[in-house]
Every structure is written in C-alpha cells, then in structure tokens.
C-alpha cells in the first residue's frame, strides 16, 4: 500500500478524512506579503523607517518591480494552496516617463501591471496604505499627527488606498482586504495619550467617510504594542483598534508579533469570533520582540490555525502573511513561511476537534493530554506530501533545489 492510502487509513480510525481536509486547505486563501522579496523598501528609493526595521544583507533583493514579480513567481511554484498577493501603496508603478505622484494623489493605475500581474497567476489582492518610510512620517506620527495639513495628507492617502483596492477588487472578482497600520507613537512617556487617540479616530472616520462598497473593500485596523524608537506609547493599541473596529463595523486585524511576549494571538481568535463577522490576521513569528522572523511550524502558529478550524470559521479569518528577514534567500523565507502557513492549516485540518472538545467537557484531561501528544506523530507527512503533490508543487526535501538554481542564475547577478 502507498503512503498516502495508509495514512488515510491511519486517520481514518481518528475520525479524519485526509481527501476532505486536503480539499479544504486547497481552498484557504492565504495573502502573501510583497514585501519579503525587497525587504520592506518598495519602489520610492528611501530607507526603512517607522519603528519597523530589516536586518541583514543577503544578496538578491529585487530592486524593481519586474525583478519583484519575477521573485514572487519563483516562490509561487513551491508554494501549495489559493495564494492572494499582498501589495502596499509604496510599490506603486510608475511607467517610464510618467511624473510620479506623491501618495496622496495615487490612483489605480499606478497598480495596473500589478493586476496584470495577478490576473496572470490567479490571484486576487490585498492592500495596505504605507504609513512610514516618507518625509510626512520622518517624526512617525501620520494620521495622529498633530498638524492638521499632516493628517489631512495622511487622510488623502488612506482615501486613494481605499479606491485601488475597489479597483483590485472589481478587476479579479475578489473583495480586497485594506489594512491600515500606523506607526504613531512616542519613545518616552507621553505627556497626553488620549490626544494623539482621539486625532487617530477622528482621521479613520474621515477615510471611512469616503464613501466605498463593502462587497468590494472590507478594511481592517492593525494594532501594535511598541515600535522601534516608539518603545513607550503606540497610538493604534490593541484596545484602540479592538473598540474602533467594533464600532465603525470594520475588521480588527492582529498580527501575532504586536502583543506581550507572553500573551497570543491563538487565544484572542474565539473571543474575537463571538463579537466580529470577521477579523485578519498577521502571521509572523516574534523573537522577543516584534522581529517579524520566518513563520515557523511552531506551537503558536499550529495553535492559531487550530482555533480557526475548531471555531470553523475559515471564511471568517482573513488569514496573511508578514515578516521580513534580509538575512538569508528571500524566496526561500517566503516559501518556508507559506508552507508552514499551509501545514498549520492541514495539522488542523486532521485534528479531531469534535472528540478532543468533548473530552474536555467530561473532564476528561488526562486522556485529552494523550491524545494531543499522540496526534504529533500520526503520518502527517504523508498527507503533507499528497496535498504536494496533488497541487504540483515539490515535497519538502527538494524545493530549495530550484530556488538554489535561481539564485545561482539570477539573484547572484543583481
Ligand atoms: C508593522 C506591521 C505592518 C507592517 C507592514 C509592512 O509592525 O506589522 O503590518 O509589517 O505593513
Ligand atoms: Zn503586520
């Protein structure tokens, strides 16, 4: 018998149909961050700032929006799933002999090759507005800024954002997901928190006000604990974004690297299910702080996926990528962080979460202790290997070959 028909077998006695969860994992949209391919740079030509920051110099970053795409199929060939392509205003395309606009005046068609693009690769967008990394951010205060001309620039953009994304959306018959995050914050304690807040909220109801079609753009609030150089008061906090999100009737969007070190997102996901339609997600991995390392399949990113699928609310999780690490190859990074997203959504996929739920409600731990440790070892890599397969893309052992060919033969030349 083969593998794959064993395991089945295998998980079969757990209750599990692999075939079935195979098929829902191949429809799970996952957006993938542009911004791994380039760490973070985008196509203004200016530094990295807003308390975010990439470490490392590993050679081959794409330096344009052609070595950009080119890098992103690269990375696609081995990455499993129903893949979305998550783009941020500064990766605005100006064409040849075109006068680029500052942020504020951005327009669809500055985008346009990007959804050539993702037309050509069946995939559908996302959008964020790029709050940092420009001289109306250089003191990291954007939409709380205390100069009214600041914000209302700040506004502006968020507002042209908002009309790409219904663009993106209308061009690949997909709602785009819009996230905002801002920098905002202070380094030392602020005199007045409550100000730069309320400045904040007044200026999302102003780009909320714009006027724009849920079916097309749904728009998420990313909150964040401290930046980089903002290590005492973040403007956007988790209780910030929470309540404003629930208010306007938009999405709150947590990335697991914002929060306390000892606090996660795994379990936020159920409360935040009981009161939100829907909510996003950041996958990235911390390192003590927000370090935005490769994802990992590690406890936490096993843990979120689990409580996605326990809650059964696939189609209510906005699930996205996001970390950037300059360190090593970049496709690899994305291509590891993808498919680990994958295989936390299969480990999921082949857990029995009914049984395991009614073992806790008959208070019966220990035997749900055992069980949960046993389904550790169970063959998943066997329907790992089959969900490969079947999407046509290679095993686990032998991806990194083609990628070591295409830095050889292209990232090596830049
Ligand atoms: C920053 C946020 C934000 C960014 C991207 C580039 O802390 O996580 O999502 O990483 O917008
Ligand atoms: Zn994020």
Known sequence: MDRYASAKQTFAKIGIDTDQAIRILSG???????????????FENVELSGGIQTTGNYPGRARCPEELMQDIEEACKSIPGTKRLNLHANYAIFEPGEKPVDRDALE?????????????????????????SHPYAADNLTLSHPDPKIREFWIRHGIACVRIAEYFAKETESSSLVNFW???????????????RKRFMESMDAILGCGYDPELVRISIESKVFGIGLESYTVGSA???????????IMSLMDNGHYHPTETVSDKISSMLLFNKEIALHLTRSVRWDSDHVIRLDEETKEICKEIVAADALDRVRIATDYFDASINRIAAWVVGMRNVQKALLYALLTP?????????QGRFTKLLVLTEAMKTMPFEDVWNEYCSRQNVPDDWTWYDAVETYE???LSKR
């Open 408 to 410: 050889q033969d292209v």
């Open 108 to 132: 669809p068609r500055h985008f346009r090759r990007w959804v050539d693009f993702a037309k050509r690769h069946g995939m559908a967008l996302d959008f964020n507005p790029t709050y940092f």
């Open 353 to 361: 979460h009914e049984s395991f739920g009614q073992l806790q409600d």
């Open 182 to 196: 801002i920098p905002d914050g202070y380094k030392d304690i602020p005199a007045d928190r409550i100000g730069p």
């Open 28 to 42: 799970v949209p996952v957006s993938m961050h542009c911004w791994q391919g380039d760490d973070v740079r985008g």
């Open 239 to 249: 209780e910030f974004g929470m309540q404003y999100a629930i208010s306007r009737g």
